[in-house]
T-cell receptor
Framework: LAKTTQPISMDSYEGQEVNITCSHN???????ITWYQQFPSQGPRFIIQ???TKVTNEVASLFIPADRKSSTLSLPRVSLSDTAVYYC??????????FGTGTRLTVIP | NAGVMQNPRHLVRRRGQEARLRCSPM?????VYWYRQLPEEGLKFMVY????????ESGMPKERFSAEFPKEGPSILRIQQVVRGDSAAYFC?????????????FGDGTRLSIL
């Protein structure tokens, strides 16, 4: 399983754009990059997934450079309710996922 | 909104008792995964099951822990003779198939406390 490295914590003011970068130097050809969000006392919630270039959905964008050794989750105009832990994973098939310690995002009023 | 359902949400057991955690996957999902999470840590994979089959149990302790996903009914994670170190949040996830890039969908977990 390819491991990932991401910042332990980040702070942001409300209304700002937040970019969380994740390194995955050992990503394999068949791996996808998947991001989850977890609030206290809840299970991880799927945010976005991509293989290359850029993916956008209603809550976030995911930027993946050509070498795929890193990825950046972009959250536009964060609100207080976006305060959570964000996990970056590389995923082959639907097999077991390796969760690191994630990035704890704190949104400040 | 029939997501992954786990019950109970909270479970308290005394040392030496048995704990049974149940998970009903999302409708149409035939793959179930169990994870354990300690405070301030990420989730750790325990076991991956399909209907009536254990596919990967590499993350599950060899003793006291077992899991099943019968043809009918929910998946069950069973912990026998619980000890204090079993206190954790246990999460279940499901997916419709084992295919490249298929994301897993998680329940809200069972918080197990051992007295």
């Amino acid at each position: 399983l390819a491991k990932t490295t991401q910042p332990i914590s980040m702070d942001s003011y409300e209304g700002q754009e937040v970019n969380i970068t994740c390194s995955h130097n050992n990503i394999a050809t068949n791996d996808y990059i998947t991001w989850y969000q977890q609030f206290p006392s809840q299970g991880p919630r799927f945010i976005i997934q991509g293989y290359k270039t850029k993916v956008t959905n209603e809550v976030a964008s995911l930027f993946i450079p050509a070498d795929r050794k890193s990825s950046t989750l972009s959250l536009p105009r964060v609100s207080l309710s976006d305060t959570a832990v964000y996990y970056c994973l590389v995923q082959t098939g639907a097999n077991n996922l390796f969760f690191g310690t994630g990035t704890r995002l704190t949104v400040i009023p | 909104n029939a997501g992954v359902m786990q019950n109970p949400r909270h479970l308290v057991r005394r040392r030496g008792q048995e704990a049974r955690l149940r998970c009903s996957p999302m409708k149409g999902h035939s793959h179930v995964y169990w994870y354990r999470q300690l405070p301030e840590e990420g989730l750790k994979f325990m076991v991956y099951l399909q209907k009536e089959n254990i596919i990967d149990e590499s993350g599950m302790p060899k003793e006291r822990f077992s899991a099943e996903f019968p043809k009918e009914g929910p998946s069950i994670l069973r912990i026998q003779q619980v000890v204090r170190g079993d206190s954790a949040a246990y999460f279940c996830a499901s997916s419709p198939r084992d295919r490249a890039g298929q994301p897993q969908h998680f329940g809200d977990g069972t918080r197990l406390s051992i007295l």
